[in-house]
């Protein structure tokens, strides 16, 4: 019985472990959005430039983004709650590379509105799936709340660090290239994150 208790303390040792192992992984998934999300204004002025659309026209893109994302965020978040969130995660991370890589080719203004919503019905799932695995993991536990604010200033941390290099890929390569490793790093990023998820013990 003694032995059993030790095992028992060991798992649950291993298992808090473990838990920031995925709060981890999940900033690095919501980290992704503040890609999505927050960098669209630096494509602005380089699509207006090159299509001569207006800025309203060329905003309508990141509306059909929103209503992707607006979509996938409640129809992802009750998925993951039934099923495993890798496949969940997976399938959207191939929505969003798809749609930012396809960016690459595009050239009238429907083009960007599909494959926007593309990107938006696969970033749904890095806000609601990362938040129900963490709070699934830290459920009842101490740091639940902490755990929690870590991965949801993911997506501040995303948009510090990808506003200032899409800039900077759009200066050096041009907008086009830009959407193609964007495309690439976040099927890098979604996928290398979600490898290390497990269920909750």
């Known amino acids: ?34 890609e999505t999300f927050w960098t669209f204004g630096v494509f602005l002025k380089p699509l207006q430039q090159e299509f001569g659309w207006s800025r309203a026209m060329v905003s309508s893109i990141f509306t059909a983004f929103l209503i992707g994302y607006a979509v996938s965020a409640i129809a992802s978040g009750r998925l993951v709650d039934r099923y495993n969130p890798k496949p969940v995660l997976l399938a959207s991370g191939l929505l969003i590379v798809a749609g930012l890589s396809l960016c690459y080719q595009g050239s009238r203004l429907y083009h960007f509105w599909i494959f926007l919503f593309l990107v ?19 459920y009842g536990r101490k740091h639940a709340g902490l755990a929690l604010s870590i991965v949801i200033s993911g997506v501040g941390a995303g948009a510090l660090v990808f506003a200032p290099l899409v800039d900077f890929l759009i200066t050096s390569l041009g907008w086009r290239a830009t959407f193609l490793i964007l495309g690439i790093l976040f099927g890098l990023v979604v996928t290398v994150s979600t490898l290390f998820l497990k269920p909750p013990p």
């Not at 799936?129 to 709070?135: F, G, R, S």
């Open 120 to 138: 938006g019905l696969g970033s749904g799932a890095t806000w609601a799936v990362p938040n129900t695995i963490v709070q699934h993991w830290f």
């Open 1 to 34: 019985e003694p032995e059993r208790g030790v095992l028992i303390e060991e798992h649950r040792r291993q298992s808090r472990f473990y838990g920031w192992v995925i709060v981890a992984a999940c900033f690095c998934l919501t980290m992704t959005l503040g």
